[in-house]
């Protein structure tokens, strides 16, 4: 007599392992499709622009959506190719990248963190992009950098000033080409150390948060080791809109320069303010009382109108640069939308081209391709002179510009003046510099 | 002693600020019982009024100047206003140098026509609703109306400079015998501040020593008896409405040269200004001037560099601490009367 085991338990439980056996290798093979997140399968792909569409920055956020589209339509085949013809890697040949036509999609950073975060996730896991690129911030640009290295995407980061970008907080999957505090004050010490002299006080207004504190820290210790004193440093609340009360006791304090390391309306605000109080008409320890402003945007220049005039800042491209690849940037972008390109602008479709122009050497979108095409690559005619994407902490190393507000601006762009093209050699640092100390790149993570 | 009498001026041209947006929102609230979140955007309409009104006066036409090339290498086109070809170049330039005062003449009925339409079209309708329904969609207007100025005008500032009669400013310090440059002011700030003191001296004056300003005080005291005496006080109190507006209007048509205008900039004053009014006291305009210069002179103090240094962070809630305080200690406010907002 035979007895059966047959259950009604025992049925369910093999159901469910021979379910979920039968399920796993459609999962693998799911996976096994693509060797890394978002792997293009059509013939198109998608680039994800994540930039400001709403909030303070966002005329800079629109400005740098011109830019990637024009950088769109370049790698297109459309129009006249802008930088495509002047940039040194030939790799690209205007039939979208590796053959497959480009499509974007916009998210938008609210210039806030988390906003950017979401919107950056819902580019990839919704709209299948393979990179994002765009911002103008710092916070926005660690927080979206850290979201792609853990999701496998590579991010082109767009405007972001901070050391932390690429110092403690740098990333396998994040690539910086703009310019950083530590260059800007490298670059900018010896030219107000020419124009006002070695025996200067100075007095800091700096924004409580991240970038504030980087952009202090370069200028104190640039304008220091070339004799400068630094009589104080005060921070200032990032909601701030009247700093009155901060700008009227600089003059009780000795100080003969005011440096305000502010940016976007802080900056506009700020020095408007300054110039009210008439600090720019002072004499202090027998010298002209003086205003530095260490990032400039023209964008945000236009905001605080004549008050920019004579000040000294740095900036990481101009539209009046000479040199025949921001000259063709220029010229497309304006015959385009009839106005000059910002630095926002420039910075953003350098990366999607850079970004393009990697992927197209590398034979692949797999993001440690990329990263491996982008580290150490050296490049040219993209507006800055010869470029170099270090492979140590994926920051882009070129040329800084010195600028002072015009005097006699010939239009509502024509704000700035370029007063010295600081080279590489004089901006660039080790990998160890204490300003950037802290964080690991870590490896390139591809996803999936 | 400079560094005391520095930070009290220097409160005095905030306060002011806030003196006038609490003046309206008081106002509002004493006369039609509600609570307006868009009042900061009243602030920032009037702002834009200035900028507008800019924008007219130097509405141009191009002229190809041959000398010179724009950024891609064209003749540069060059903006000659209207107003020089009207007028001739030194009129034209007085007149759009002098574009901030003379927009008080264009905000004023425009601020007047809005507060009216507003109240007519929208905040009638939640007279008899709860304060949380009536702060909701104040606020969702608020919210409306600087997008609609971002859409027009775009996110960032836009500069709008004080007539170059009043750039710069004066050594107060040496008027009292301190050392050179101890106490700076600037000039237009001093200008805020006696406009400020103007418009709400005129403001007391309507209300106190005119007819219809004693029907409306009748009314914020006991709005049944004085219907009930055949008066249309609804009628009134849209004009105050209107009134309010203006008053909003005006302080930011006047700020202007002091933080170029930008969409968000009613925003950054309606919180501070809310906390004014109720530290002052629902529903008392004294209290709320009061309120306005007396928090404006605090959070000067307490953006001190030396008292940053003691209390780090003590510049960014100094505002609320003393609005806690005042409440526990006075939890009508400074000058607040028994029965508003206490059903």
Sequence with gaps: MTKSHVTRRGILKSGTVAGAGLAVPTIFSATDASAFTNEPTGDSVVLGFNVPQTGPYADEGADELRAYELAVEHLNGEGDGGMMSTFSSKALSGNGILGKKVTYVTGDTQTKSDAARASAKSMIEKDGAIMITGGSSSGVAVAVQALCQEAGIIFMAGLTHSNDTTGKDKRANGFRHFFNSYMSGAALAPVLSAAYGNDRKAYHLTADYNWGYTTEEAITSSTEALGWETVNAVKTPLTETDFSAYIAPVLQSGADVLVLNHYGGNMVNSLTNAVQFGLRDKQVNGKNFEVVVPLYSRLMAKGAGANVKGIFGSTNWHWSLSDAGSQAFVKSFGTKYGFPPSQAAHTCYVQAILYADAVQRAGSFNPCAVVEALEGFEFDGMGNGPTLYRADDHQCFKDVLVVKGKENPSSEFDLLEIVEVTPVDQVIYPPDHPQFAGGALGTCNPGA | ???????????????????????????????????????????????????????????????????????????????????YDFFGTDVGNVLIDWSVPLSIIFAFPIMIAFGVIMERGLIKHFYKRPHADQILVTFGLAIVLQEVIKYFFGANPIPTPAPAAFVGSFDFGALLGFNANQIIYPYWRLVYFLFAIIVIGVVFAFLHLTTFGMVVRAGMADRETVGLLGINIDRRFTIMFGLAAAVAGLAGVMYTPINSPNYHMGMDFLVLSFVVVVVGGMGSLSGAVLAGFLLGILQSFASMAIVIEMIPGINQVIIYLVAIIILLTRPRGLMGKKGVMEE
């Design chain 2, 1 to 83: 002693m400079d560094a005391i009498i520095l930070q009290i001026m220097n409160g005095l041209d905030k306060g002011s600020a806030y003196a006038l947006i609490a003046l309206g929102l008081t106002l509002i609230f004493g006369t039609l019982g509600v609570v307006n979140f868009a009042h900061g955007a009243l602030f920032m309409i009037g702002a834009f009024c200035a900028v507008t009104l800019s924008r007219l006066l130097t509405l141009s036409h191009e002229v190809i100047d041959e000398t010179r090339t724009d950024f891609l290498g064209n003749p540069l086109k060059v903006d000659v206003p209207y107003l």
